[in-house]
Each structure stands twice: as C-alpha cells, then as structure tokens.
C-alpha cells in the first residue's frame, strides 16, 4: 500500500543548513507537499512540488525530486531558530487524490 | 478570510460519552476532511468529503460519523468515546482559491481530546 516514511529527529546549529528527507511508494503520486507543525498549532503548507519537477526553490527552501528512487528532500537555507518544529512530507495518492502523510520529522534548532 | 476554523480548542471526555468537532470553512472549497494525529505520528484520515451532501471513509473511521449538509461545514461526531480517540483532530480543506484550483489542503489550528 501506500507509505511515506521520515527520520524522526534532526538537530542543527542555527546558520547551518538542514535538510529533511522523505522516502514514500506510490509512484503515481501527483504532487508532493511539505507541511510544518508547529507547537500547539495546525499543520501549515510550506512548499509542494509537481511530480514532473526534480526542483523547486523558494527563497531559503529547497525541495528536491528523485522520481526513480522515489525520494523527496527539503532543504532549508540559514536555518533560524523560529524554524523549529515539526516537518511532515505528503503525497497525493495518484489513484485516490488522498494525502498520506509521513511520521513528521521534529526539527531542533541549536543558538 | 478566517481559513479553516475549528471548535473546541480542547475537551475532556469521559467513556462512552458523545460530541461533536466542529469545522468551518470560508473559502468554498469543495473538499473537506478530518484528521487524527496521535503522538509521534503522522495524519490519518478518518472522513472526507467531495462536496455538500458527499461523505467517504478514510483509514480509520470505525467510532466516528460525519455530515456535510453545505459547502462551509463539516462537522465530526463521535458517539460512544473510547480512550483509543484521544488524540488531535484536524480539519482541512481544499480546492478552488481564486478561480484556481490547486489541490492544496488548508489545515484548521485543531482540536485536542482527551477520552479518560
């Protein structure tokens, strides 16, 4: 069936870059999405990209598509520390247009 | 434009006891759907609906109901609570914004319940 699958943790010093890594099965996937959560809060779109897109760069963010492996990146440039939270990757069920969500990957975000 | 609103914040519930979420949204997006999101996990999809009148299961729907009498709300009722409910619910919507539709789900802030 169809699965997405995240590390859980990732640590940074702030000025470094952070990059979030998703993994996900169902290669008839539309549009992939990431989401960021923060505490207390809703789940908030910040960048999704098309499947026939390997690239999408929006100010310090970075996503980056590799179709034949089925891997999805985010990159994040100059990471702050209001970047801190938690990072969910999604996909667009190709068959179904449902989104299926990884675990959610919490970002810390070291001064 | 408010978005995607949901009420309660929080709730307490004892076993066995019912209520309804409620969800709201001003955009007129067609599709709407409820969430569950237990800790350390990703969103499950319980419910989702592709317009008025329209309601399909998600993955887990067993102890939940839904609704959609008009395009704004689509409320989420639980009838006999159990502690394997507890969690956060999360409303969200999509669909056309501006003329345009682009698939984007827009998440209400959600609500966390706790079943003792």
């Known amino acids: 069936g169809e699965d997405v699958e995240q590390s859980l943790f990732l640590s940074v010093r702030e000025g470094d870059s952070s990059v979030i890594n998703c993994t996900y099965t169902?290669?008839?996937?539309?549009?992939l999405y990431w989401y960021k959560q923060e505490p207390g809060a809703g789940l908030q779109l910040l960048t999704y990209i098309f499947s026939n897109m390997d690239m999408k760069q929006d100010q310090r963010l970075t996503v980056l598509l590799n179709k034949k492996d089925k891997h999805l990146s985010l990159r994040i440039a100059d990471t702050q520390t209001g970047d801190s939270a938690i990072y969910f990757c999604a996909e667009r069920s190709g068959n179904t247009g449902k989104l299926i969500f990884g675990q959610g990957t919490t970002l810390q975000v070291k001064p | 434009n408010a978005g995607v609103t949901q009420t309660p914040k929080f709730r307490i519930l004892k076993i066995g006891q019912s209520m309804t979420l409620q969800c709201t949204q001003d955009?007129?997006?067609?599709?709407m759907y409820w969430y569950r999101q237990d800790p350390g996990m990703g969103l499950k999809l319980i419910y989702y609906?592709?317009?008025?009148?329209?309601?399909d299961k998600g993955e887990v729907p067993n102890g939940y109901n839904v609704s959609r009498s008009t395009t704004e709300d689509f409320p989420l009722r639980l009838e006999l609570a159990a502690p394997s409910q507890t969690s956060v619910y999360f409303c969200?919507?999509?669909?056309?914004?501006?003329?345009?539709?682009?698939?984007?789900?827009?998440f209400g802030p959600g609500t966390r319940l706790t079943v003792l």
């Open positions: 969200a919507s999509s669909g056309q914004t501006s003329g345009i539709y682009t698939d984007t789900q827009y």
């Open positions: 609906s592709v317009g008025a009148g329209i309601t």
């Open positions: 169902d290669s008839s996937s539309t549009y």
């Open positions: 955009m007129n997006h067609n599709y």
